[in-house]
């Protein structure tokens, strides 16, 4: 398969016109922006992406969209913390922009959809986040109250979530260290633009960790897929993963080859297509308790071998068809065709652990400098009994309910935190 034709293929027919995309498009920016109207409140970091954001900056102000405040607003901290949304919501309530224009990664851009979210119905519903959490609020709030969101043009510099292409926000507490979701369509992106150039300014890590992400998107997605969502989530994961584990080495060979840079940013994409068509499971719950210590997709793609395995007597069919991409470039010698059961689960979870080490991502939890297993363990089990995130254990090819948890989650975290496959039950 031609992995990068197949990603261009999928991503034009899913977005068409919302989304522009490639290499060397960055220059489209302002055109686009104008399309809202003439002002526009532009977040963005100004530090190691100057040159990002004064391009864009400039592209503005020659389609003639003003800049609200005269300046770009300050972006959000890693994993979007709670307080930077409310910041930025106060600047569009003060400046009324036309359209917030969102420079940056996944943080950055979820933290403006749900600022935009907040500045909307703030007023008519409540000014407090935690009563946005959850799935579809947004949009019964907006229908019963006739407002307008303000539309976000969401312009990606980072190779990671596809927050600029799906409906989820993922805003974080950082006193409880805990990441909790808003998952509503209407809070997608009215625009999107991803330049795969502008990644060559992120480091290595930063790529690597899109990269994990992109593989865990598709792969959970693909392990729940039924009915006619199976051949689309099977596409999507066989280009995704395809993409990545043909090009991630090469960037840590060389972070400044363009090709490789493109390949992993089709592939997280994907990964945001993926999550449009089905939902994520029990590596995404995980991640949202690690995010005082790892990035998003570090932590969701080290945890899906460990689950794969507890989900072995689910998901046969997509270990085969993912387990052959591991096989074929080296990750694997077992026999994948031929194995069944959870001696398959297994092979494709040591394919999937010989991968990361491949390209220098931690492999267990113990690997992830300041875990503590008497600490972050009881915090994962205790959120993915919040009724708020239970939409997580729905969607596991095997599901729990809260009562389930420490039975079965608790020896998957533990196989994490050690590196051993047999301490996980299955149901």
């Avoid at 055109?31 to 100004?46: D, H, P, Q, R, Y």
């Avoid at 950055?108 to 407090?128: F, N, V």
Wanted: net charge negative; aromatic share 8%.
């Amino acid at each position: 398969m031609d992995y990068f034709a197949k990603a261009y293929e999928l991503l034009k027919a899913w977005k068409g016109d919302a989304y522009t995309f490639g290499v060397g498009c960055l220059d489209k920016v302002g055109s686009i922006a104008a399309g809202f109207g003439k002002k526009a409140l532009l977040v963005s970091n100004t530090t190691y992406m100057k040159a990002v954001a004064d391009e864009v900056e400039a592209s503005l102000k020659a389609a003639g969209v003003e800049i609200v405040g005269g300046k770009i607003a300050p972006d959000a901290k890693p994993n979007a913390p709670r307080e930077d949304v409310y910041r930025l919501t106060t600047y569009v309530l003060q400046f009324q922009p036309d359209v917030i224009v969102a420079v940056g990664g996944g943080s950055t851009i979820d933290a403006c959809k749900a600022a935009s979210m907040l500045a909307t119905l703030g007023a008519k519903i409540s000014p407090e986040i935690d009563e946005y959490f959850g799935t579809g609020k947004v949009t019964d709030y907006l229908a019963s109250t006739g407002a307008k969101l303000v539309p976000v043009f969401a312009i990606e510099t980072s190779a990671s979530s596809g927050a600029h292409l799906t409906k989820y926000s993922n805003i974080t507490d950082p006193v409880a260290g805990q990441k909790k979701l808003i998952v509503d369509p209407a809070i997608i992106p009215a625009a999107s633009l991803f330049d795969y150039k502008v990644t060559c300014t992120m480091p290595v890590k930063v790529t690597i960790d899109g990269a994990m992400d992109a593989i865990a998107h598709t792969f959970e997605v693909f392990c729940m897929a039924k009915g006619d969502a199976y051949d689309k989530a099977r596409e999507l994961a066989e280009a995704a993963i395809g993409l990545v584990v043909d090009n991630a080495g090469e960037i840590i060979k060389n972070p400044g080859d363009i090709k490789a840079r493109e390949a992993i940013g089709l592939a997280t994409d994907l990964g945001g297509y993926a999550i449009m068509v089905g939902g994520t499971s029990g590596p995404h719950l995980t991640s949202f308790s690690l995010v005082d210590i790892v990035g998003h997709g570090t932590a969701c793609g080290l945890m899906n071998p460990y689950y794969l395995v507890f989900y072995s007597k689910a998901i046969q069919p997509q270990l085969k068809i993912v387990g052959n991409i591991f096989k074929k470039h080296g990750y694997t010698d077992a026999d994948i065709d031929k194995l069944e059961g959870r001696a398959l689960a297994e092979a494709v979870a040591n394919a999937m652990i010989a991968f990361w080490k491949s390209i220098g991502a931690p492999t267990t939890l113990a690997d992830i400098p300041g875990f503590k297993k008497d600490v972050h363990i009881p915090r994962a089990l205790k959120a993915a009994k919040d009724p708020d995130l239970k939409m997580k254990l729905q969607n596991m090819p095997v599901s729990m309910t809260a009562d389930d948890v420490d039975e079965y989650m608790a020896p998957i975290l533990e196989a994490a935190a050690t590196g051993d496959l047999s301490l996980i039950k299955e149901m």
